[in-house]
């Protein structure tokens, strides 16, 4: 038992990093999304730390811990969502989203 929580841990640190570096830099950057992305970031591997010191402790309370760090990482996941920019460089066919004109479908 446990043997998924230790090989499957890494991977979903490196997936955080990754989320990171796409909500702070990709979507924005701005400070909303860069805190985000930041904190998204802490709060997820405040889990994996209350996991693993559950799994030394076994006392059932750290399970507060463990979901609350996980939930309260989607927080500022959602404000960086909601605080992403649009691209500033308009579209080959001469859109402009930011300004309410989808860009059209033809070729």
Not at 36 to 55: D, P, Q
Not at 58 to 70: A, Q, R, T, W
Request: with cysteine; glycine share 14%; hydrophobic share 45%.
């Amino acid at each position: 038992p446990g043997v998924s929580v230790s090989i499957l841990s890494p991977f979903a640190s490196v997936a955080g990093l990754f989320t990171l570096f796409r909500l702070g830099f990709n979507l924005g950057p701005n400070k909303a999304t860069i805190w985000g992305g930041i904190l998204f970031f802490v709060f997820a591997m405040l889990g994996v730390v209350m996991l693993i010191v559950y799994r030394q402790t076994c006392i059932e309370f750290v399970h507060l811990g463990i979901g609350g760090s996980f939930v309260t990482s989607v927080i500022p996941f959602s404000i960086a969502l909601l605080n992403a920019e649009y691209s500033r460089t308009g579209n080959s066919q001469g859109g402009d989203v930011e300004e309410g004109n989808a860009p059209s479908e033809s070729t």
